[in-house]
């Protein structure tokens, strides 16, 4: 198994957190990040806490604010953030919340972006069996995008 390098700070909504808690994989994120945050309302979203997870508050609530006539708490605050933090990739899977982020040319994954990451990372062995478990809990990855992340990950 290759030994993950951690060099990434990123800052996450809360549905990655909680499809990986579902299916108890949250092990994966302190593997290939170094610092991970998340806003108060993402805690709030996702009702739990874990050491590596790094709460920081949000100073433009404006901005905020103006985010929430398009997108929920979790996701403006999460972009508010990375915004604040500068440099920072987000973590997002809502469409709707991407195209926001878009418009701020902030540097985007999502889950399933970072599973792949984690197989190159050599943190997982396969996506396919995550990728499976959490269709299993109402985890919605189009079928597209999972074809074409089983072909990256040369496990088609």
């Given amino acids: 198994m290759i030994v993950p390098i951690l060099q990434e700070s990123i800052v996450s909504d809360s549905t990655c957190l ?46 905020v604010n103006s985010f929430r006539s398009q997108i929920g708490w979790g996701e403006s605050e999460a972009i508010a953030l990375a915004l604040e933090l500068e440099a920072i990739t987000i973590l997002l899977d809502d469409k709707k919340a991407r195209r926001v982020a878009e418009q701020f040319d902030l540097s985007m994954t999502g889950t399933v972006g970072m599973l792949l990451k984690a197989k190159r990372q050599g943190v997982v062995d396969m996506i396919s069996p995550i990728l499976g478990a959490l269709g299993t809990v109402e985890f919605h990855i189009s079928p597209a995008l999972r074809r074409r992340a089983l072909e990256l990950a040369n496990e088609s």
């Fill in 18 to 63: 909680i499809g990986l808690e579902r299916i108890n994989r949250l092990d994966i994120l302190p593997q290939l990040y170094s610092t991970f945050w998340i806003p108060p309302a993402v805690k709030a979203e996702v009702g739990f806490a874990l050491p590596w997870l790094k709460v920081r508050q949000v100073e433009n609530q404006t901005l």
